[in-house]
C-alpha cells in the first residue's frame, strides 16, 4: 500500500563514465549516461522510468543500487545519504534494495543450481542455514510458482521464463523493502510478460515492496506504474502520475513515446496520429548544447540551443523541462 512516506530520494545524480583515447596524445573521453537526475519514490509505490535504448535508464538504476559509484548527486534511502558508503557500510542497505536483472540467463550462474542461487543471499547475509535455508528456499519457490524438485536443477533446464522467475526468487531471499526491476519482462514471450507483471504486483501487495519499474514497453509501464519519468539521454524531460502523464503529456518528446503505442482498434489506429521523430539519438559523449532533444524536436526555437532548459513542477505532481512550458 503507496504511502506518502519517501523511501528513495535521488538528487542531482550524474553517472559520467571516462574512457582514454589516443596512443601518443591520450585523450579522456567523457559519457554523461546520467546527468543531473532528481525523483523520489514513496513507499509502496512503483516509479516507472522509460525512455529509449541508451538514455541512461538502467545505469540510474545501477548507480541507485551502487553498483556503479556516482560521479556526482545524493541518494537518499530513508533520509540516509548512501552515496559516499563504503563496501562494509552499504552492507545493511544491500539487504533492503535488490535488483531483478533484464536478462534472465545471463544473470544466473550457470554452474550453480537453483537452490545454491536463491541461498547465497542469505549465505552473505547470514539469515538463516540448515535446514531452515532449504525450506525457505523451497517457500520463495512456492512463492514465484515453481516448486521444490526444481530446486537441485540448473538454470539451462529453464525457460526464459521460469528462470526469471527464479531471479525474482533470488531478490526475495533477502526479505527487500526496495526492488529495482531492470526490464525485467523485456526478453521474455509476450504470453509470460503479463504473468510475470501480474506476480510482481501480486508480491508488491503481500510484502509492502517499493518498486523502480525500468522499461520501454510504455503500455506495461502504465499498467503497473504510480507515477512515471520519461528520460532522454542521460536526464529527465517529464514525471507525473501514471494517468496524468498518459492522457496530457507536456514535453515533445514524451509525446511522441506516446504516440508509437500500438492501438489495438484498427480504426482507431487510422485516426490516431503518429508523431515519427527525425535523425538519430545524439552521442552522450558530445550531447547538443541547451535542450538535448532540440536536434529532433518539431518545435524548435533558438532559446532551445542557448540554455538548458529548467525542470519545473508545471501542475500538482506534474513536471517537465521544457521551454514551450515558459
Known amino acids: 500500500m503507496e504511502s506518502n512516506e519517501i523511501l528513495i530520494e535521488v538528487k542531482n545524480l550524474k553517472k559520467y563514465f571516462t574512457?582514454?583515447?589516443?596512443?601518443?596524445?591520450?585523450?579522456?573521453?567523457?559519457?554523461?549516461?546520467?546527468?543531473?537526475?532528481?525523483?523520489?519514490?514513496?513507499?509502496?509505490?512503483?516509479?516507472?522510468?522509460?525512455?529509449?535504448?541508451?538514455?541512461?535508464?538502467?545505469?540510474?538504476?545501477?548507480?541507485?543500487?551502487?553498483?556503479?559509484?556516482?560521479?556526482?548527486?545524493?541518494?537518499?534511502?530513508?533520509?540516509?545519504?548512501?552515496?559516499?558508503?563504503?563496501?562494509?557500510?552499504?552492507?545493511?542497505?544491500?539487504?533492503?534494495?535488490?535488483?531483478?536483472?533484464?536478462?534472465?540467463?545471463?544473470?544466473l550462474n550457470a554452474r550453480m543450481t537453483v537452490s545454491d542461487i536463491i541461498g547465497e543471499p542469505m549465505d552473505i547475509h547470514h539469515l538463516a542455514s540448515g535446514k531452515e535455508r532449504q525450506e525457505r528456499i523451497y517457500s520463495l519457490l512456492d512463492t514465484v510458482g515453481l516448486n521444490r524438485d526444481h530446486a537441485a536443477r540448473y538454470p539451462h533446464e529453464f525457460s526464459g521464463g521460469q528462470r526469471q522467475r527464479i531471479g525474482i526468487a533470488r531478490s526475495l531471499a533477502v526479505d527487500p523493502e526496495f526492488i529495482i526491476c531492470d526490464e525485467p519482462i523485456s526478453a521474455l514471450d509476450v504470453s509470460i510478460q503479463a504473468q510475470v507483471v501480474n506476480m510482481l504486483e501480486d508480491l508488491q501487495e503481500e510484502r509492502g515492496l517499493t518498486y523502480l519499474f525500468i522499461a520501454h514497453d510504455l503500455s506495461m509501464v502504465k499498467h503497473i506504474s504510480d507515477r512515471v519519468g520519461v528520460m532522454y539521454l542521460g536526464s529527465?524531460?517529464?514525471?507525473?502520475?501514471?494517468?496524468?502523464?498518459?492522457?496530457?503529456?507536456?514535453?515533445?518528446?514524451?509525446?511522441?513515446?506516446?504516440?508509437?503505442?500500438?492501438?489495438?482498434?484498427?480504426?482507431?489506429?487510422?485516426?490516431?496520429?503518429?508523431?515519427?521523430?527525425?535523425?538519430?539519438?545524439?552521442?552522450?559523449?558530445?550531447?547538443?548544447?541547451?535542450?538535448?532533444?532540440?536536434?529532433?524536436?518539431?518545435?524548435?526555437?533558438?532559446?532551445?540551443?542557448?540554455?538548458?532548459?529548467?525542470?519545473?513542477?508545471?501542475?500538482?505532481?506534474?513536471?517537465?523541462?521544457?521551454?514551450?512550458?515558459?
Open 19 to 107: 574512457k582514454n583515447k589516443g596512443i601518443v596524445k591520450k585523450k579522456i573521453e567523457i559519457t554523461k549516461a546520467v546527468d543531473d537526475v532528481s525523483f523520489y519514490i514513496k513507499k509502496g509505490e512503483t516509479f516507472g522510468l522509460v525512455g529509449e535504448s541508451g538514455c541512461g535508464k538502467s545505469t540510474t538504476g545501477r548507480t541507485i543500487l551502487k553498483l556503479y559509484d556516482p560521479t556526482e548527486g545524493e541518494m537518499l534511502y530513508n533520509g540516509q545519504d548512501i552515496s559516499k558508503l563504503n563496501k562494509e557500510q552499504m552492507m545493511p542497505y544491500r539487504k533492503k534494495m535488490q535488483m531483478i536483472f533484464q536478462d534472465p540467463y545471463a544473470s
Open 236 to 326: 529527465l524531460v517529464e514525471t507525473a502520475p501514471s494517468k496524468e502523464l498518459y492522457s496530457n503529456p507536456l514535453h515533445p518528446y514524451t509525446e511522441a513515446l506516446l504516440s508509437s503505442i500500438p492501438i489495438p482498434d484498427p480504426d482507431m489506429a487510422k485516426s490516431s496520429k503518429r508523431i515519427v521523430l527525425k535523425g538519430d539519438v545524439p552521442s552522450p559523449v558530445n550531447p547538443p548544447s541547451g535542450c538535448k532533444f532540440r536536434t529532433r524536436c518539431r518545435y524548435a526555437m533558438d532559446i532551445c540551443s542557448e540554455e538548458v532548459p529548467v525542470f519545473k513542477e508545471v501542475d500538482k505532481g506534474h513536471f517537465a523541462a521544457c521551454h514551450l512550458l515558459n
